[in-house]
């Protein structure tokens, strides 16, 4: 978040942000703050672990599209395998974290996820 040099205060900042960010999941879940803290969300040594499941995301979706058209590709079903991957395009709108400003820690996971779509091709 704040590259190499991160400020005095950080460690207080980077709490309120998680904070924060667990009780919007709570209002979106309609549970509490606290148990998105111990299920969810949760602390883990020195960070954090945001813990979800393959069907609470979409790069897992999005990897399942792309095998399926594969196969379709393999059993010559060009047209089938053109609407799956079409399916799996779509998921991808914009630029992923495009309001992150890019400080060395966030560098690496946002290179890997934009290049998620130009895999599946």
């Not at 969300?41 to 399942?64: I, M």
């Not at 590709?73 to 053109?82: F, I």
């Not at 395009?89 to 779509?117: D, S």
């Amino acid at each position: 978040m704040w590259g190499y040099e991160p400020p005095r205060t950080a460690t207080t900042a980077l709490q309120t942000c998680i904070g924060s960010l667990r009780k919007t999941f709570a209002t979106a879940t309609g549970t509490t703050a606290r148990h998105i803290a111990e299920h969810r969300l949760v602390t883990d040594g020195n960070g954090y672990v945001l813990k979800l499941a393959d069907t609470e995301w979409d790069r897992p979706r999005f990897e399942q599209l792309v095998l399926q058209a594969r196969g379709l590709m393999e059993e010559r079903e060009a047209q089938r395998a053109t609407e799956v991957l079409g399916e799996a395009l779509a998921m991808w709108r914009g630029t992923p974290f495009r309001n992150v400003k890019g400080g060395q820690p966030t560098h690496r996971p946002v290179t890997g996820v934009e290049r998620g779509p130009s895999r599946g091709l």
